[in-house]
């Protein structure tokens, strides 16, 4: 019975879609620059979602329910960037690494990516990108690019685009303003 029962787990595991399982594209970026000197990382996980739905259980607020079901979805936010002018310690950052970073993070594939919009703005250009499994987006996917200054912001999870917008609202992380515009109607 245990034999049987392991087979068809196995089964079942091996028949259910790759892209399921499929790492971001962006994944690689992360960990090579993740602990480098001059990039900001931030990588929100699960668990602490799972905190925030809990806190968010005890209110009666209904933009706070909102907030809990779209983190109850969300299996992680990461961010990546590096400013050539930002300047912390004593230290400015390195135009050459930011070139070797831009020219990287131009050569990510993004073959199960479909864009959503393109926002060009004085120099900053920020694609909105997303991968869905069947009708469910699976990945949010912000790619920014500015003259001194790129990278990206990934989240991964069930992701209902309006309710995301409204999470970046309410938190402080650099470049997560960049998902307010989708709020914005297009003209």
Do not use: W
Not at 9 to 34: H, R, W
Not at 60 to 79: F, S
């Amino acid at each position: 019975m245990r034999n049987l029962i392991l087979t068809i787990a196995a089964i079942a595991l091996v028949s259910m879609p790759f892209k399921t399982f499929a790492q971001s594209p962006t994944d690689n970026l992360f960990e090579k620059y993740g602990a480098k000197d001059g990039f900001t990382t931030v990588h929100v996980t699960k668990e602490l979602f799972s905190l925030f739905a809990e806190v968010a259980e005890e209110s009666t607020d209904p933009e706070t329910k909102e907030l809990q079901q779209v983190i109850n979805g969300l299996e992680y936010i990461r961010v990546l960037m590096y400013d050539s002018k930002d300047i912390t310690e004593g230290a400015q950052g390195d135009p050459a690494v930011l070139a070797e970073f831009k020219r990287q993070l131009n050569e990510v594939q993004l073959k199960n990516f479909t864009e959503l919009m393109t926002v060009k703005e004085g120099g900053e250009t920020v694609k909105f990108m997303i991968r869905k499994d069947g009708k469910i987006i699976i990945e949010l996917l912000l790619l920014i690019n500015q003259e001194d200054e790129a990278g990206f912001i990934s989240i991964t999870g069930n992701i209902d685009l309006k309710s995301i917008a409204k999470l970046s609202k309410s938190m402080n992380i650099k470049g997560m303003e960049n998902l307010q515009q989708l709020e914005q109607p297009k003209e």
